[in-house]
């Protein structure tokens, strides 16, 4: 778990865990790094987000959960088009269609991969508490 | 060109279909119906096709690209306009009037 403060607004920050299944993850860890976000050690008392980034596997669903489950109260993104629907593997029997059928999402972020501003418009809309 | 949000220019579209069917996720559905056309001197109506309903399901669209590329009419592309984030996946789901390129609407 890492905390991340906005580059433009340092007051908001969010702690950050994020759940790699897959390439999905590359481009979340390519949007921390765009600049749009700095690396904070302590302060803020901005939410936590669970990143969904990459295909869930039924096989995988009950870890996923356990990683939810495991941070009371953090808000859930779906990130990418796998984790909101099953993406290009929507047809594929061990896909999970969506993170939405087992947990709460707070935000989904379009995309194959999602654009790093849209990872950053995220944030800030789950850090402000504002209703979408 | 940001690859963002892909428009639909509405009159430019034949309901050909030719998006729908190369799309690799399967996002776009298309639903339209023919009218006769009768022109003079001509020996029997022509058909044409009348959209209906044109969706993009940004749940699954990979923004790759293909239905730009395949619709030989440029009724589809590239849009600045957003970078799609909700709290509902319902709202992914985008129609004519949302689909409209920026500056249209």
């Known amino acids: 778990m890492t905390r991340y403060a906005l580059t433009s607004d340092s007051s908001v920050s969010v702690e950050v865990v994020s759940a790699s299944l897959a390439c999905c993850t590359l481009e979340l ?3 921390l790094n765009s600049g749009a976000l700095t690396r904070v050690s302590e302060g803020g008392t901005g939410p936590s987000v669970i990143v969904i980034a990459g295909t869930v596997t039924d096989a995988l ?8 489950h495991s941070y009371p109260g953090a808000k859930v993104m779906s990130f990418g088009a796998c984790a909101t629907s099953g993406g290009p593997y929507w047809d594929s029997p061990p896909v999970s269609k969506g993170i939405d059928q087992f947990v709460e999402v707070t935000a989904y972020v379009a995309g194959c ?6 990872f950053i418009q995220a944030i800030q809309e789950i850090s402000s508490d504002r209703v979408f | 060109m940001k690859h963002s949000f892909i428009a639909l220019i509405e009159d430019k579209c034949t309901s050909c279909m030719l998006c729908v069917r190369e799309c690799p996720a399967w ?3 298309l639903d339209s119906h023919t009218v006769d056309v009768t022109e003079e001197g001509a ?3 022509r058909k044409v096709n009348v959209l209906d309903s044109f969706e993009i399901d940004y749940s699954l669209c990979m923004y790759c690209g293909v239905c730009i590329d395949v619709c030989p009419f440029d009724a589809l592309a590239w849009d600045e306009h957003r970078a799609l984030v ?9 129609g004519i009037e949302e689909l409209g390129p920026s500056g249209s609407s």
């Open chain 2, 86 to 94: 909700t709290n509902n996946r319902e709202d992914m789901l985008l």
């Open chain 2, 43 to 45: 020996r029997r109506p």
């Open chain 1, 61 to 68: 669903v009950p870890s996923v959960l356990e990683l939810i």
């Open chain 1, 113 to 118: 991969p999602p654009r790093p501003d849209a």
């Open chain 1, 29 to 31: 860890q390519a949007a």
């Open chain 2, 27 to 29: 996002c776009i559905h």
